[in-house]
């Protein structure tokens, strides 16, 4: 579900559990790797990654049609969690966009520092206003923290799918890469602030996004 390894003071994380949609075996595992990279020592950054034409697609609808009240509160506090660590996790991290990011899976991109897209396949995409799931205050503010005014706008009331070319213009991403490249694109990004200072880099990511972190606190809080 998860793989991890550690070369040249990058951890490149894997997301290995085919379209990679949430849902809570899959945040555990992810909230696993993630103690695993945060305990350790010494110059490191983070790149995440998926396999074939997924990055992430988004929530396990087939899970959530199926959970109960109480197990999906328990997983939105997980969730909404899951995405204020990252967003003020204590490495640079880097996503690395294999393939398609749809509707949580594209707020998931959103959440780490930097983004690296491939070129040739795969569409970014909030899709919420077509499936009929209103944003949660958290996502909505991870979104229009990250989205110019009218990005955003476009983004969340049309639905569009952005081609990496799109998305490289309109800054959603910070590059585009051909796929074999994505992912040492990412890391030669996320390896180029490796040997910054944790706590202050935190803190400087805890000010700058203060507003989408204590929404998403507030809400894994309430629902926890």
């Not at 294999?98 to 594209?106: C, K, L």
């Not at 491939?118 to 909030?126: K, Q, T, V």
């Not at 996502?139 to 639905?159: E, F, M, N, Q, W």
């Not at 030669?188 to 706590?199: I, Q, W």
């Amino acid at each position: 579900m998860i793989d991890l390894a550690f070369t040249d003071d990058v951890f490149v994380l894997r997301m290995c559990a085919g379209e990679n949609r949430f849902e809570p075996e899959f945040v555990r595992a992810f909230d696993a790797a993630l103690d695993e990279v945060e305990a350790s020592k010494g110059a490191a950054a983070l790149v995440v990654t998926g396999e074939g034409k997924f990055f992430s697609n988004g929530l396990d609808l087939e899970w959530v049609q199926a959970a109960t009240g109480e197990q999906l509160s328990l997983f939105a506090s997980s969730l909404e969690a899951l995405f204020a660590r990252l967003l003020a996790f204590p490495l640079a991290t880097v996503a690395a966009q294999n393939g398609h990011a749809f509707a949580a899976g594209a707020v998931f991109a959103l959440v780490h520092d930097f983004r690296v897209m491939r070129s040739d396949r795969g569409y970014f995409c909030l899709p919420e206003v077509d499936l009929g799931i209103p944003f949660s205050a958290g996502s909505l503010a991870i979104v229009k923290a990250r989205l110019a005014a009218p990005t955003l706008h476009d983004a969340v009331l049309s639905g569009r799918r952005f081609t990496a070319e799109e998305a490289l213009e309109k800054n959603i991403v910070d590059e585009i890469a051909v796929d074999e490249e994505v992912v040492p694109r990412a890391t030669l990004r996320a390896a180029a602030l490796a040997g910054k200072d944790r706590p202050t880099l935190a803190a400087l990511k805890r000010a700058l996004y203060a507003d989408a972190i204590a929404k998403l606190e507030a809400a894994a809080s309430r629902a926890g």
